[in-house]
């Protein structure tokens, strides 16, 4: 197919081939057209294959009704489309109506926030946001939107794939619910529903209980209707708080999933059929979104945005295995679960601030290590800068934003960074489709992920929680693991570590103990949970293991594990009823108290270690291998210097690279060990620069 995209969870589709997206975001509206075509043949010099540019409402419409695309420079988009096509890239549009970007009123008209009042959005005493903030359902807002919506779509309908154009992809809004959330509250805007009789609150309340009196047991409050129930009054009750709050940001989630269903509709009813996307603020953005794929279809991709630093507030400046561990990885297994292929639609090439510095050496090593953990397609923002348009900008004259080219077409050292990026992408297409080995799962529940973003629920840490014992020890391992969503049905092939958490929905643990009945081998971590998504009882798989534990009372610093002492774990409580047949495995110092237990269930069999830790040490690591090993895990790879991370990616064929990342400012150098097809095999030693990821390609049979 000459003219084709489409995308699945193993990657994109581009003219008929399977390939990488490679993008580079070049606003139209800021860089002079006269060297519009120089940007782009860098671009395409540089490997890309697509390029991105925001269209900003506040630039196409200065005046309510005067919706101009053409007359002046800054809104020639159709000239810039048909550039794009000219130098045979494909184009993705992101319309906003937010774009964020560094400009006023975050790319959205003046007019629009002075004129109308009932757009702004409200805080829960009903008051409007310190900054210019609109509510996405506000009436007025959606009305506003629609009329941009017809104009844009009226201007590029020419240029659209299905007409032959450039135009593959539309992004609906950016970084959604980011402007609500950063600025310190969710939206309580009348449109909201709150009170109103078949609002949107009251109908989400009802879709949920059921009945009047199944909200009023879950608040603790008497009601006689939903239209009753008000979320800036909640109950006094600690465990009902808990519960009325986690439920309005799940209806103000909902709304967004809303939202953006609305603007989809928009584009169709204006004969823009399309692909759509939109772009979480990180990877705690993504659980917000987690209805997306299911409710806007196949032909829509949830993708992420990523930036290691931004000011010195960001707290590094320097992609570290931290921000693999937290983000890199969490990103490409959530993405990929919901259907996604795991793309970056900003992914950092430079910054607003002057300081701290982006480097080379450091921009090289994030791109190389978001490769190792599977990224399929990438937007680098901004590929080049501009001069803003009249009082848009919020930061600076010029938007600079310190990229590989900057605002006066000069190549940065950076560039040559995208240029060797981009081509080995192109140079390696089969890695498009090659997905990252995992010899272990780890269990999570979007649910309880969101309410990481939220800061509300018993869960609000939970991720970090996951990466500090787990994660961190498996990348030191020889046990790489994929994170997996267990309100789905899981898998047997692999172990399956699950963590502590205070709730795990009835759906996650039925189909845990249906993992484990079907010949799952499970590991669960520091307890079980007892109570549902809703905060009520549930103990199906506490009473499917069957142990009882009580506070501990030793003061032992040892932990023993089959004869190894382990130190630094933490251990609330001691074992001290477990079926029979189940064999005690791990003991304090005295071997008076019981840790951990290993037992079978059905066709399958679980260990449970009630200890939790910080991954300090390798003594952790050797514990937890030793777990995996008796639950049947294949090993993978192997580092002689665990301080050296790895990952694997294979594809259906069996070819295979490796990706050894030194995210330090010193060299190491390590050992290699491999384990494939049942062998073990030495790969050598390799040497790593400070802040090096090197890829290694290992033959395949029809290679040698």
Known sequence: MKNGFSFDRHGYVIDGERQFLISGEIHYFRVPQKDWEKRIRLLVEAGANAVATYVPWCIHEPREGEILFGGSEERELPKFLELAQKYGLKVLLRPGPYQYSE??????????????????????????FDAPTFSYIAPVFLEKVKQYYRGFCEAVKPYLLQNGGPVVMIQLDNELTGVHLWRGSVDYHPAMGIGQAGGRYPSFLHRKYGSVE???????????????????????K???????????????CETGTEYLEILQGYLCECGVKIATCHNPAGTSMIPVFKDCNQRLGKDFLLSVDFYYVLTYGSGQFSPTPKYVAENMAFSADLLEGLGNPFSILEMQAGTFTQVPPVLPEDLEAFYMANLAMGVKGVNYYVF???KNSGAFG?????????ACVSADGKKRPNYQVIKRFSHLLRENPWLVAADRVGAVRVGVEMQSLRDGRSKLGRDQNLR???????????????????????????????????????????????????????????????????LDE????????????????????????????????????????????YEKGDQPIAHDGTEQNVYGITGTRGKGSFIYFGGTWLMTGFDQTAMLEDFLSELGAKAVLSCSNPCVNYTVRRDENGKTAIFLMNLYAGRQSTEVTVWENGEVRSLGKFALKPMQVKMLILPTETDV
Request: aromatic share 12%; proline share 6%.
């Open 103 to 128: 400009l006023t009123f975050d790319g959205l008209p003046e007019w629009l926030y002075r004129d109308y009042p009932e757009t702004h959005a409200r805080k829960r005493d009903g008051s409007s």
């Open 214 to 236: 199944a909200v009023s047991d879950a608040y603790g409050i008497a009601y006689t209707s939903f239209e009753e129930v008000d979320p800036n009054q909640p109950p006094a």
């Open 238 to 252: 600690t465990l009902q708080k808990q519960r009325m709050e986690r439920d309005y940001f799940d209806f103000y």
């Open 384 to 386: 080049t800068g501009g």
């Open 394 to 402: 919020t930061t600076a004259n010029v938007y600079d934003y310190r």
């Open 464 to 530: 970090a929680e996951i990466v500090q014992c787990i994660g961190y020890t498996l990348m030191t391992s020889r046990y790489p693991a994929i994170y997996t969503q267990i309100d789905q049905p899981i898998p047997t092939d692999k172990p399956l570590i699950l963590y502590r958490s205070h709730s795990l929905s009835r759906t996650a643990q039925e189909n845990i103990i249906e993992f484990v009945n079907g010949g799952g081998k499970l590991l669960l971590i520091g307890g079980i949970a007892t």
């Open 534 to 577: 809703n905060y009520s009882p549930c103990t199906l798989l506490a009473d499917f293991i069957g142990i009882k534990t009580e506070k501990n009372d030793s003061f032992s610093p040892i932990t023993r594990v089959h004869g190894r002492d382990i130190y630094s774990i933490n251990h609330a409580q001691k074992i001290t009823a």
